[in-house]
C-alpha cells in the first residue's frame, strides 16, 4: 500500500512525486511510455521553478539552451526585437530529456518509478485506491492524475472536460544560428492564433495554436513558411499534432483522496499555452495537501483546489487579453506589441517575475482604445 498514486510522469507527476517523497511518503508513479519519450512541446521554461525545488539540485544538465533575444514579427515582417531584462534568461529544454531528468531526481528522494505500464482502470473503495495495470494492481490512500489531455483518469474520476484546443509542434533539424539565436513569436500567419519558434542545439522547435474559433489550420502550409522565414528546409520537418486543455476558468481539481495536476486539470496558461511551469507549480501544491491530508487534515484536498484557484484569479487576466487580442491581433500588434515596454512586459511574464494582474487592465484599455478610429 503506497501513500500516493501517481498515474503520468511529466513534469507535473514528476514534481508532485519528489515533493512528496521529500516530506516521507511512500509513492509509485506509472507510466505508459518508455522513458525516455518523445513528447510534443516547444520547452521554454522560467528558471523560477528552481527555487520551488529549494534549489537542492542542479538543473543544468536537463537545459539545451539559454536565450534572453526576443523577436517578434507580424506576417514575418514589422519585426521587433530586443534583449529581455530578466534577472536569468529563459531555458529552452528539450521534454525527452527533461521529463526523464525530473523523474530521476524524485526517484533519488525514494520514489518507487514504472514506465512502460499502462493503467487500465481505478476503483476506489474501503478507503483507498486500486490502480489496475495489464501487469498487477496496485493500491494507495490517495491518486494523482497526471496523465496530460488526452489521458483517461480525469473522466475515471468523474471530473468533465474542458474544450480542447488543436495545437501543433513542427521540429526541424537544422544549422543553428549563434548569439542572434531568439525566442519568435509570430502573429499574422496563423489566424486567430500564434505561432512560436525557439532555437534548440540541433534544430528548430516550432509551435502554433489557434486561441479562438474552431477553424482548422493547414499547419502544414503555415509551418512550411514559417520555417522559410529562417532559411530552414521545411521538407526536413515533422508535425505532431496535439490537443491542449487551456484554463477556462475555476473548477474542482480534487475528489475523494484524489486530484488533478498539470493539462489533466487544464492548468495550461490560455494566452500563451504555456503548460511546464504551471504544471510543475501545481504538482508542488498538490503534494503539499496530500501530505497535510496523509496527516489527517480534513479539507486538505480543497485547500489545493483553493490554492489552483488563486493561480486561476490571474490566470483569467490572460484569458481577457487573449479574447480581446486575437479577435483582431493587427491592432493588438500595432497598439500592444509594438510599444516600447511590451518586450520587457513579455520577458518579466515570461520569466514569471511578474503576473497577468500587474499589467491586464492598461493593455486591455491600450487594446480596446487601439479599436477606435484615430485613437491609436
Known amino acids: 500500500m503506497f501513500d500516493c498514486i501517481i498515474v503520468g510522469a511529466g513534469p507535473a507527476g514528476s514534481s508532485t512525486a519528489y515533493h512528496l517523497a521529500q516530506k516521507g511518503c511512500s509513492v509509485l508513479v506509472l507510466d505508459k511510455s518508455s522513458f525516455p519519450r518523445y513528447k510534443s512541446c516547444t520547452g521554454a521554461l522560467s528558471p523560477l521553478v528552481a527555487q520551488w525545488f529549494d534549489f537542492d539540485f542542479d538543473f543544468d544538465p536537463a537545459i539545451d539552451r539559454k536565450l534572453r533575444r526576443i523577436r517578434y514579427t507580424w506576417k514575418l515582417g514589422d519585426e521587433i526585437a530586443s534583449e529581455l531584462q ?6 529552452i529544454v528539450k521534454r525527452d530529456w527533461f521529463d526523464a531528468f525530473m523523474v530521476q531526481q524524485a526517484i533519488a528522494q525514494g520514489i518507487t518509478f514504472q514506465d512502460n505500464t499502462t493503467v487500465t482502470g481505478v476503483d476506489f473503495s474501503n478507503s483507498h485506491w486500486t490502480v489496475r495495470t495489464p501487469q498487477e494492481t496496485f493500491q494507495s490512500h490517495y491518486l494523482v492524475a497526471a496523465d496530460g489531455a488526452e489521458g483517461p483518469l ?12 488543436q495545437g501543433a ?5 537544422t544549422e543553428l544560428p549563434g548569439e542572434d539565436a ?15 519558434c525557439f532555437p534548440q542545439s540541433q534544430g528548430y522547435i516550432m509551435g502554433g495554436i489557434t486561441f479562438l474559433g474552431r477553424n482548422q489550420p493547414d499547419y502544414n502550409s503555415i509551418f512550411a513558411t514559417y520555417a522559410n522565414s529562417f532559411g530552414a528546409d ?11 486543455k487551456l484554463w477556462d476558468g475555476n473548477r474542482a481539481l480534487h475528489t475523494q483522496q484524489a486530484v488533478l495536476v498539470g493539462e489533466a486539470g487544464a492548468i495550461v496558461d490560455p494566452l500563451s ?20 491530508a496523509l496527516q489527517g487534515e480534513a479539507d486538505a484536498l480543497a485547500s489545493y483546489t483553493a490554492a489552483m484557484h488563486e493561480w486561476g484569479n490571474n490566470i483569467q487576466w490572460a484569458q481577457r487579453i487573449a479574447s480581446v487580442f486575437f479577435r483582431v491581433p493587427g491592432i493588438g500588434y500595432r497598439v500592444g506589441i509594438k510599444r516600447p515596454t511590451m518586450t520587457t512586459r513579455m520577458g ?13 487592465n492598461r493593455v486591455l ?12
Open 154 to 165: 480525469a473522466e475515471w474520476l468523474g471530473f468533465s472536460t474542458p474544450k480542447l484546443r
Open 86 to 91: 530578466t534577472q536569468d534568461p529563459i531555458w
Open 234 to 244: 521545411s521538407q526536413l520537418g515533422q508535425i505532431y499534432r496535439h490537443p491542449l
Open 365 to 376: 484599455k491600450r487594446l480596446s482604445t487601439g479599436f477606435l478610429p484615430g485613437r491609436s
Open 182 to 196: 531568439a525566442l519568435n513569436f509570430e502573429f499574422g500567419l496563423l489566424k486567430n492564433g500564434c505561432l512560436w
Open 169 to 173: 509542434v513542427f521540429q526541424i533539424p
Open 348 to 360: 518579466q511574464l515570461l520569466a514569471g517575475e511578474i503576473q497577468y494582474s500587474d499589467i491586464a
Open 273 to 292: 499555452a504555456e503548460g511546464l511551469r504551471p504544471g510543475m507549480y501545481s504538482g508542488m501544491k498538490a503534494a503539499e495537501a496530500i501530505h497535510a
